[in-house]
């Protein structure tokens, strides 16, 4: 089980110095908290912490997942500030989280909705409430506040929460036999647990994984209680929450999408954490249903506003995807996870493909506004806003940016992983002494990355390369020599077991030619269309770069497709541009109908990284295009 | 204006007698008008004439729309009579009109809906109530009544009712000066007074045409009287009821389909009566602008299902296509008046391209099930209904189809225009003597037709044949001689001015080869993809005709279209069938996404006529295919 001891190096040991993402992360600090902040306050969120809402007052009334974009907004506080000292900043976490504290009760419960307006209803409604959900938000931003801060009250207080909800549910005699029905506690318990070192947190998350689609079915006793009729559930199915049946039994991915892939998450983490093989089976058996069936090119997922979720195999429409920032997130999260239980590169080319295309569209350029949902396709009406009323994508956001670093590598005792190429410098704690991995590339616009090893003395240890999923040649150097095409190369790494002197440099060569890419048959969203990727980015067109309108396009297979950087698009972008053809409508004269094909004419065009939509004036936009 | 003394020959003058049209007006009247009357007693349509809802009875409450469903059945159960005895069914006429006339009120009044649930709100609410529309079909019924049974009672009480509408709405002192929100009393007054003579009946109707959105704003007016905010208007735009702007001054088709059928065809109506140019100048650009932006291809009309109507210039999606049956219904009376203003064919074709396809595809080949929507593609869930809750197409149809051979045939003194070829036996009333026309064909699935003059004496007049405008190639010929190519043609009709001998023959021979069709560029939803034809039938792909799923098909530009005529099939059909490719599923293998394009197979594939679809068991449809 050598794998599994593979650990995520933690973001901030991980300094990102790049073009890409760290003026992401910036907009995120400067304009995304702030912005966000704004939201919380002017729609009540925060006041909501006050507990004076009554029926007569003229205060809004809290809401059941309130909470959560709070608590997501000061996690992403704190691991901002984790990076990047700031006063203000600071002064605002502190007085928030004073606000929260002072909500709490005194069995430690936290949750302004429930205490001020159905006090009597607490934990009657697992299945719609959210109650915790909010619950895990709150931990983990808790956790976020002491690694920030150094501060204990805010963890010490959520530990409270947690030993409330510890005993209110489990399997014990007065115990609720409940889980939740937006899964997250499951995965802020496991990192609790990590915390804390306390293992009741663990076991409780793995309650609630387990417990999960059991008879008798808790969700319906819940409703009966509630004298609802279980048949009337609004959502018409428990799929919906992946509780239809026990998580062990389940085999397809199904419902709303930021669920499962929460649910997956805390799965993939029980895996891990108690060796359990079952689990991993069937984890195995769910991701591959996503990446065969249920994955946009982007790493979007959730096809359905309906259920804003999954629906069958290959149903993946362009302009009416749903794909909501906070699933591309959850997907993250989810391969991540899978990452750490098999080390393969197939999870961390998925966690890539989200993370620079579904996860990144959802902000603009700026860092200021948000998708909420993440068409692959659209009329021009799609737009961001600063925030939604549900809105829980702009502060998963907030908190995913700072943490990019995270992803990087993973460490054991003698084995460094690189999953993601970013410049950027991490220092990696081994037994002999620290190594630190100076990064340097214009990785995703070039695949040229040097690894420089800094360190006092020569080290032993192992450097795996993840050879990324879209590269079809790969050129690997060692201090300026070539090394072999037969250098070990295990689940998609390339792996370098050697005495490394201070100052070697690894210079990777990923070919990087923009290629285009061709969806299953069965996707009739995407019948002979054709979509252009570079490295791992997604790029589309906006008509406002195209000589005509953007539905007259068609690329031909033939045509190449040439490369630039454009330091003045878009905060600087690489762009693809090449000739295509458009159906030529002024021969075509007035007649709605004839026995001839129209004539086609070339027009240059011009593809713009997908993430990258949505900063102009607004416009049509479409990743799959027709090949002529 | 010679062309505006054309009128078209009585259906009750051309016996149909084709293998096409004939079984399908016998399923009308042998499944079509009982099913349907089954279902208006039923629903409480026809008690609903008893008078006795109360708020406390267990009866259903009268629906505003609820008459004119009752009386499109009337109406056509008259015309089915007049084509064909049946004792039985003229029974349940004669007890349905004696129901209806028990509830019309002294002044003449005749609506349930008000008379019983809202008394004191008579003609309170044009914009949205149907009272008018009710009333125009109630005295289209009562004429068809008094042409079938030569009994004036139902036409004297409609006469009656039309007197107290006539001295309600109009320009004078005390006269309310409101116009129907919904369409259609034009079309029957109109008619009324082609019946009666009584001219006041045709200013009425030129009055409700003319006052339709002028200022100050009737619907306005009477919602602020009804303490309504017009602002609050719950379809948005008064677009939708075609009254945003006076008609002169309308210039685009808009809104609500069915309702723009009717005004245009009263328009038109007006336009010959009154010899008013400028209507005829409004109406031919309406025209335009329907048949170049607005028109699917089976003559289908209505895009969205939102406003039951028209949206912007080549938006024509197929799946989600409304295309109502009954707006196709009223594109063929208004395309039937288009031809009586101009004797153009091009307006003839559009009439014949929705009678065969659009109109066709509202009825099963049963005469039992009903489409109220006709989507030119289906994932095989839209499937016929024997009813709806809002009903209006299901006896549309049934007062449709018994008229069929009311299209066949213009006549002036000394002209006869024919405009369909159907085989029939047509009696012409001329001067000098009877003509009956003899049409023998195979049509639709032929294009040969022998018209044969039957008469006692020789006789001049002319003979003018429409060239049907999806034909390239004709021959004529009289007598077995080949006639000139340079025989005079004329607004898209040939035209042999002669002395007509007993038992002269015309033969006819439109090239009928099946041929592809091609959609505007601007029009997103058939990118790169082609429809077939053959005469005036559009074709569709059925899945169960295929040997793999519809959505793998490609149809090769390059390959033949074999037609046949299958008399096992679908109650005898004509199909197309030849050789398609098909996206290899099996070679694709597993991947979601892949960096070349499937390969393909070929498969052979079967077309089936559009109008004939889900009439076997649920399947996918569609009408364009992806060519390769």
Not at 123 to 143: F, P, Q, V
Request: overall charge negative; some cysteine; glycine content about 8%.
């Amino acid at each position: 089980m050598k794998n599994t001891k593979n650990t995520p190096l933690h973001f901030t040991n991980v300094r990102i110095q790049d073009a890409f993402w760290a003026p992401r992360l910036a907009a995120n600090r400067q304009q995304g908290l702030d912005r966000v902040y704004e939201q919380l306050q002017k729609t009540g969120r925060i006041e909501a912490y006050d507990l004076d809402w009554s029926p007569d007052s003229s205060r809004p009334k809290p809401h059941v997942f309130w909470d959560s974009d709070v608590a997501k907004w000061l996690e992403g506080a704190c691991y901002s500030l984790m990076n990047h000292q700031d006063q203000d900043l600071l002064g605002r976490v502190e007085s928030l989280v004073d606000r929260i504290l002072s909500a709490q009760g005194e069995d430690g419960y936290l949750n302004p909705y429930y205490t001020v307006v159905e006090p009597e209803n607490r934990w009657t409604n697992l299945r719609d409430r959210h109650e915790l959900y909010c619950a895990g938000h709150m931990i983990e931003a808790s956790i976020a506040h002491h690694q920030a801060t150094g501060d204990r009250r805010f963890l010490s207080a959520m530990r409270r929460y947690a030993d409330l909800i510890d005993r209110t549910f489990g399997p014990g005699k007065g115990q609720l036999r409940g889980y939740p029905g937006h899964q997250e506690i499951e995965l802020a318990l496991v990192k609790l647990y990590h915390h804390t070192g306390e293992k009741r947190y663990l076991n409780l998350a793995a309650y609630f994984v387990d417990a999960r689609g059991g008879h008798p079915y808790y969700f319906d006793q819940e409703a009966r209680q509630r004298r609802e009729d279980p048949a009337a559930y609004w959502a018409k199915t428990h799929a919906y929450t992946q509780s239809h049946r026990p998580v062990r039994e389940q085999e397809t991915v199904v419902g709303h999408a930021v669920r499962a892939m929460y649910l997956y998450g805390a799965m993939a983490d029980l895996a891990r954490e108690q060796r359990d093989r079952e689990l991993r089976v069937v984890l195995e058996k769910l991701w591959e249903d996503l990446v065969s069936h249920k994955l946009y090119l982007t790493g979007g997922i959730g096809t359905s506003r309906e259920n804003e979720g999954f629906t069958p195999s290959y149903h993946l429409p362009n302009q009416d995807a749903y794909a909501e920032t906070c699933a591309a997130i959850g997907l993250v999260f989810w391969a991540h996870r899978m990452l750490h239980l098999h080390m393969d590169s197939r999870y961390a080319d998925v966690m890539e493909r989200a993370l620079y295309n579904a996860v990144l569209s959802g902000v603009s350029l700026e860092g200021d506004r948000f998708f909420y949902v993440n068409p692959l396709a659209s009329d021009g009406t799609h737009q961001r806003q600063v925030f939604y009323s549900c809105s829980c994508c702009p502060p998963n956001i907030n908190r995913l940016l700072p943490t990019i670093g995270g992803f990087v590598y993973s460490t054991t005792g003698d084995e460094i992983t690189t999953h993601l190429y970013i410049q950027s410098e991490a220092r990696i704690e081994f037994d002999p002494g620290t190594v630190t991995l100076i990064q340097e590339t214009d990785y995703p616009w070039d695949g040229v990355v040097c690894i420089r090893c800094e360190m006092d003395v020569q080290q032993s240890f192992t450097l795996k390369l993840r050879k990324p999923g879209w590269c079809q040649e790969a050129r690997l150097y060692l201090n300026g020599d070539r090394l072999p095409d037969d250098i070990p190369f295990e689940g998609g790494y390339f792996r370098l077991e050697r005495r490394w002197k201070p100052g070697d440099e690894i210079r990777l060569q990923w070919l990087m030619p923009a290629h285009r890419v061709y969806a299953h048959p069965d996707v009739k969203a995407t019948v002979d269309s054709v979509a252009l990727m570079r490295g791992p980015i997604v790029y589309c067109l906006e008509a406002l770069d195209q000589p005509v309108p953007l539905h007259l396009i068609r690329l031909p297979r033939s045509v190449s497709l040439e490369s630039r950087f454009e330091t003045d698009l878009l905060g600087g972008v690489g762009t693809l541009v090449g000739k295509a053809l458009a159906a030529d409508v002024d021969a075509w004269g007035g007649a709605l109908y004839q026995p001839d094909p129209p004539d086609f004419v070339r027009v240059p065009f011009k593809a713009i990284p997908y993430y990258a939509w949505a900063n102009r004036e607004p416009g049509a936009m479409r990743v799959w295009l027709p090949e002529a």
